[in-house]
């Protein structure tokens, strides 16, 4: 049974930097596109990053171009988003999710596997 596990969130300063870590258990992280989602309180939930299974591809949505770094390191069968010059607009639930066949990195339904959510508080 595969199953994601986030971690790296926490509360932090604007202008501040977090590393969350997606690890993937149950099978083998390279068979698998990795996509990062956030819910912000009031919103829908929103796919803002994504990276291909061969990490060739990447996708980032335009509130978080620039900021955000996803990568992967499949011998340690984990996925990251690294999130610098972090404002108030990023607080929010972070979402890993992994799908054998991802064709829109931003749909929901693409994604067989979803983490738990890691929370992720800016602060003035």
């Known amino acids: 049974q595969v199953q994601l596990v986030e971690s790296g969130g926490g509360v932090v300063q604007i202008g501040g930097s977090l590393r969350l870590s997606c690890v993937l258990s149950?099978?083998?992280?390279?068979?698998?596109?990795i996509g990062w989602f956030r819910q912000v309180p009031g919103k829908q939930r929103e796919g803002i990053s994504y990276?291909?299974?061969?990490?060739?591809?990447?996708y980032y949505a335009d509130s978080v171009k620039g900021r955000f770094t996803v990568s992967r390191d499949d011998t340690e069968n984990t996925a990251y988003l690294q999130m610098n010059d972090l404002n108030p607009d990023d607080t929010g639930v972070y979402y890993c999710?992994?799908?054998?066949?991802?064709?829109?990195?931003?749909?929901?339904?693409?994604?067989?596997?979803w983490g738990q959510g890691t929370q992720v508080t800016v602060s003035s």
């Open positions: 149950g099978d083998i992280l390279e068979y698998y596109p």
């Open positions: 999710a992994a799908g054998i066949l991802v064709i829109d990195p931003k749909r929901e339904k693409d994604y067989d596997h």
């Open positions: 990276i291909s299974n061969a990490g060739s591809e990447t």
